[in-house]
C-alpha cells in the first residue's frame, strides 16, 4: 500500500510558476512509478508528467512539455512538480498518482495509488 499526499496548489497569476508535492507513506518513492494527472470539469484526468521506477526515466505531456518538471527526493520520499510559465488552460486539479510496474503509463487506469488532489488555478 501506498498513501499519497499532495500540497503546493494554489490561484496565481499567468506567468508565475508553482511546486506542487506528493509525499509518499508505506513505501519508499523510489519502489513505484509515478505520474501527475490533472482534471478538469466534465474531462477525463490527462497524464501531464511521469517518472520511472526503472533509472528515474522522465516523460511529459506535449502541453506542459519544456515548462514542467518532475523530479524526486528519495531523502524525503516526495515527488515534486515544478510548474513554471504557467497559462490559464494550466487549471485543474492535479493529483499525484502511482504503480508498482517499473515502467510509468499515461494511462489513469494504469495507476492503482492516488492522491487526493491539489487545485490550480491560473488567472489571465
Known amino acids: 500500500q501506498v498513501q499519497l499526499v499532495e500540497s503546493g496548489g494554489g490561484l496565481v497569476r499567468a506567468g508565475d510558476s508553482l511546486r506542487l508535492s506528493c509525499e509518499a507513506s508505506?513505501?519508499?518513492?523510489?519502489?513505484?512509478?509515478m505520474a501527475w494527472f490533472r482534471q478538469t470539469p466534465g474531462e477525463e484526468r490527462e497524464s501531464v508528467a511521469r517518472?520511472?521506477?526503472?533509472?528515474?526515466?522522465?516523460a511529459y505531456a506535449d502541453s506542459v512539455k519544456g515548462r514542467f518538471t518532475i523530479s524526486r527526493d528519495n531523502t524525503k520520499n516526495t515527488v515534486y512538480l515544478q510548474m513554471d510559465s504557467l497559462k490559464p488552460e494550466d487549471t485543474a486539479v492535479y493529483y499525484c498518482?502511482?504503480?508498482?510496474?517499473?515502467?510509468?503509463?499515461?494511462?489513469?487506469?494504469?495507476?492503482?495509488?492516488w492522491g487526493q488532489g491539489t487545485q490550480v488555478t491560473v488567472s489571465s
Open positions: 498518482a502511482a504503480r508498482d510496474d517499473p515502467l510509468s503509463s499515461t494511462s489513469s487506469t494504469a495507476y492503482a495509488y
Open positions: 508505506g513505501r519508499t518513492a523510489s519502489t513505484v512509478s
Open positions: 517518472m520511472s521506477r526503472a533509472r528515474g526515466v522522465t
